[in-house]
């Protein structure tokens, strides 16, 4: 059985964060990564010949798996595996493994032997055998290396997650950059200066169509080492990564030269106020300030973009992440921005949520640098995305919407409202070169104004109705329906408030609005099923979905009252949640239905069989499609089963006080009650008839409680038998329908059929909110006031309370 992909994944860090201890999670990172790394290419390359990577005699994963257990396994896995594979590859140094026989970190003694030995254990985990990774360009594992970065990076804390930049922010980089349009080669280059460990870099790369040639540098030593091990893992293995500080010891030059590139991607530190130490920015060697003037010594951020202007082509693309304040501080930075905006290099500004990065909450921008077009440039392109994201623990995150609509947005240049718009280099010069993005687009929503005269008079101003036009130009007639006049430019509410959502939703404009949403969504169903039935072994996952999506965007184009980025922020969630993993079984074993045993070990590693399960082709499936009767016959005993206990309970509650029936039972249970009913036959005293005739009610209840549960535990067997026996009869075309039409297309018509509701939600909502805001004139206020005044003043008379 093929462990899911996101299983691996939550498992791998569950184990490894479980071994964490008191380590920090910064320095306990790099024990776990190097340790997937080494066995990614002990899979991968131990014995071939002519390998990117060279793995020597008795320095493999299986060769550290035999040092488990051993008194000085730190030491042996210091001087027999990780200190050889560096010295067998140039792009390895010592430096990128970390200590494994360091106390301070790891514990001493059997602490350590402990540790290390679980830890090896770990990633013997079979679902993780990189030998046959058959979905070549879905890499399981440089995902899966990603996903443990983004943990750590979030565990770190403030100042250390910064070697990882969210990948939703990379992939956004990668897709504007116009890398995927280029005509790109082994020639094209790509260059990070501050590459952290090589996220960013790795996301640009695969935008492009071709391989293309890597670079980055970073300042931090293991950092750097997990940069070449993120390249290798990638499959990218002749990326340079280099370390040393960018700004005062660039390593890419030509002889004297700075190196150009045609692509450079960056998230430097934000606002560094050492960047000048041990470099005199006035006699830079590299005239990266020279024709556009110093940072100030305590902000870094312009030295850092001024590195990459320097460090483009003539014909190059840049993007870096910069905080808000480069696009309105003054002083130097002013002037170097006024600079780089007279130049023409700045292409464009993209404004991004608060709290995205690990480090820091300040919000932060994209700033896109173009030397290309930079002369016939007529002003900047710019994006306020501020407001387009979902909350994930204590970051914020941007979805998967809110990539693509920026990236759609800014490729094509699209101008929407209180989102996107061209500036002018006339505007943008009016404004002194402040480039802040709140001058040039106001993203705020429209104030809700208060309307007096509705207030004093009653009423329901038209302004409000009618700024619902985007619903009234659908449902013309629904307007109508909800509102009569009730003096010039105010009406009032046609129906109680308590039918607005009725009559919204079974209005036959709505009515007729939602059978042709739902004509829409079963065009594209139709179209994508033959589609997802094509899918063979061998498949590409990532491409499937890409496909998919485009052309579910495609489809509700310009769909009224709907929005695209929503319906497709619905496949995109299905994928993440179920799709993908489905998916990942098609592309290993083809369109394979075959059930396997849940085995658990309790405690003691006792194993417990508790039952079957097939990922692909859940037993719900099974039973819908081919066992409805038995399912409907269970479904029965459940609703009887119900009913009896409701009844018994009613009985307990009703008759459990002091003076109850069930008060001399110490526990209500049939043998007690039996018990009791004996012990009352026997008493001489007269015992109540009513008594007796309720615990002989709840006993034939309980009696029929047990015939139920034991004819429907029978029954949920005989079942559970037929569903188990189906597996093997099914063909592949029984297979494809149950996981392509009841299951993905069944799944997102219902998900997407929730727009609907959300529509008429939406509008229900605001109707009455104006319909209750308006409902009290001030007049009626008063005279309910001078009403309720007047009875509190009589009830205090009757008290003896007067006062003139």
């Given amino acids: 059985m093929a462990l899911k992909k996101s299983e691996l994944y939550s498992s791998l860090w569950a184990s490894c964060d479980e071994l964490r201890g008191g380590m920090d999670a910064s320095q306990y990172k790099d024990y776990v990564l190097v340790l997937l790394f080494i066995k990614y290419i002990s899979d991968k390359y131990a014995g071939v010949h002519y390998a990117p990577i060279k793995i020597p005699k008795g320095a493999s994963f299986q060769d550290m798996v035999a040092l488990k257990g051993k008194p000085d396994i730190g030491d042996q896995i210091n001087k027999k595996i990780t200190a050889p594979l560096a010295k067998a590859n140039r792009q390895l140094s010592q430096s990128d493994f970390p200590d494994?026989?360091?106390?301070?970190?790891?514990?001493?003694?059997?602490?350590?032997?402990?540790?290390?030995?679980?830890?090896?254990?770990?990633?013997?985990?079979?679902?993780?055998?990189?030998?046959?990774?058959?979905?070549?360009?879905?890499?399981?594992?440089?995902?899966?290396?990603?996903?443990?970065?983004?943990?750590?990076?979030?565990?770190?804390?403030?100042?250390?997650?910064q070697f990882y930049t969210p990948a939703e922010v990379s992939r956004v980089i990668a897709q504007i950059l116009g890398i995927r349009q280029a005509k790109t080669s082994s020639d094209t280059t790509v260059y990070d200066p501050t590459c952290g460990s090589g996220s960013l870099l790795l996301k640009v790369v695969d935008e492009a169509r071709t391989p293309v040639t890597l670079s980055g540098q970073e300042k931090d030593a293991a950092t750097s080492g997990l940069a070449r091990m993120n390249m290798i893992l990638h499959n990218n293995p002749t990326a340079l990564i280099v370390q040393g500080n960018?700004?005062?010891?660039?390593?890419?030059?030509?002889?004297?030269?700075?190196?150009?590139?045609?692509?450079?991607?960056?998230?430097?530190?934000?606002?560094?106020?050492?960047?000048?130490?041990?470099?005199?920015?006035?006699?830079?060697?590299?005239?990266?300030f020279k024709p556009f003037g110093v940072p100030p010594g305590k902000q870094g951020d312009y030295a850092y973009l001024l590195h990459i202007v320097r460090s483009l082509k003539s014909t190059g693309t840049g993007a870096c992440i910069l905080p808000h304040g480069v696009l309105f501080r003054g002083n130097a930075e002013a002037d170097i921005r006024r600079n780089l905006v007279r130049k023409g290099y700045i292409k464009g500004i993209i404004g991004l949520p608060a709290n995205l990065f690990y480090g820091t909450g300040i919000p932060a921008c994209i700033v896109v640098i173009d030397k290309k077009d930079a002369r016939a440039r007529k002003g900047i392109f710019m994006i306020d995305a501020s407001a387009g994201y979902m909350k994930d623990g204590n970051k914020n995150r941007l979805r998967a919407m809110d990539i693509h609509k920026i990236v759609d947005v800014f490729n094509r240049q699209l101008e929407i409202p209180k989102y996107s718009r061209m500036v002018s280099f006339t505007e943008i010069e009016k404004n002194e070169f402040n480039l802040n993005l709140p001058r040039y687009i106001d993203s705020q929503q429209a104030e809700d104004l208060q309307d007096i005269a509705g207030h004093l008079r009653g009423g329901i101003p038209n302004r409000d109705i009618d700024a619902l036009e985007k619903y009234w130009a659908v449902l013309p007639h629904l307007k109508s329906a909800l509102f009569d006049p009730l003096r010039e430019n105010y009406s009032q509410l046609s129906i109680l408030q308590a039918q607005l959502k009725q009559t919204i939703y079974e209005h036959p404009e709505f009515v007729a609005f939602t059978e042709r949403m739902n004509a829409v969504f079963a065009a594209w169903r139709d179209k994508s099923a033959g589609t997802l039935k094509a899918l063979k072994a061998g498949c590409h996952p990532k491409e499937v979905i890409a496909a998919l999506a485009e052309d579910i965007l495609a489809h509700y184009a310009s769909k009224p009252l709907i929005d695209k980025y929503d319906v497709y922020q619905h496949l995109m969630d299905y994928w993440a949640e179920t799709m993908q993993d489905d998916c990942y079984l098609i592309a290993a074993d083809g369109w394979k239905a075959e059930t396997y045993r849940i085995i658990e070990k309790d405690k003691k590693g006792k194993e417990k069989d508790k039952g079957w399960a097939c990922d692909l082709v859940p037993k719900a499936l099974i039973v819908a499609r081919y066992f409805a009767k038995e399912q409907e016959a269970i479904n029965q005993l459940q609703a009887e089963l119900e009913s009896v206990t409701a009844r018994m309970n009613e009985l307990e509650e009703e008759h459990g006080g002091e003076e109850g029936a069930f008060a001399e039972l110490e526990k209500i249970s049939k043998a007690n009650v039996v018990a009791r009913l004996e012990e009352l036959k026997s008493e001489n005293e007269?015992?109540?008839?009513?008594?007796?005739?309720?615990?002989?009610?709840w006993l034939k209840l309980a009696n029929e409680e047990s015939e139920i549960k034991k004819k429907l535990k029978e029954t949920e067997a005989g079942l559970d038998a037929k569903a188990y026996a189906q597996y093997p009869k099914l063909?592949?075309?029984?297979?494809?329908?149950?996981?392509?039409?009841?299951?993905?297309?069944?799944?997102?018509?219902?998900?997407?059929?929730?727009?609907?509701?959300?529509?008429?939600?939406a509008l229900t909502q605001r109707v009455k909110e104006l319909a209750e805001r308006y409902a009290t004139p001030l007049p009626?206020?008063?005279?309910?006031?001078?009403?309720?005044?007047?009875?509190?003043?009589?009830?205090?008379?009757?008290?003896?309370?007067?006062?003139k």
């Fill in 100 to 161: 494994f026989n360091d106390a301070a970190k790891l514990g001493s003694g059997k602490e350590m032997v402990d540790r290390l030995t679980n830890l090896i254990a770990i990633f013997e985990n079979k679902a993780l055998d990189f030998s046959k990774n058959r979905a070549e360009g879905d890499d399981i594992l440089g995902d899966a290396y990603e996903y443990l970065m983004r943990h750590f990076a979030t565990e770190s804390g403030k100042s250390k997650g």
């Fill in 246 to 288: 960018t700004l005062t010891d660039p390593k890419f030059k030509d002889g004297d030269s700075l190196k150009t590139f045609d692509y450079v991607v960056a998230n430097p530190p934000f606002s560094d106020k050492r960047w000048s130490t041990g470099l005199n920015p006035l006699n830079d060697p590299h005239e990266r």
């Fill in 686 to 697: 007269e015992v109540p008839a009513e008594e007796k005739a309720m615990l002989e009610e």
């Fill in 731 to 761: 063909s592949e075309k029984e297979i494809k329908t149950l996981v392509v039409d009841d299951k993905w297309l069944a799944a997102l018509e219902a998900a997407i059929h929730g727009e609907m509701d959300r529509i008429s939600q």
């Fill in 780 to 803: 009626h206020m008063t005279c309910r006031v001078a009403e309720l005044e007047a009875k509190v003043n009589r009830h205090l008379e009757r008290m003896g309370f007067v006062w």
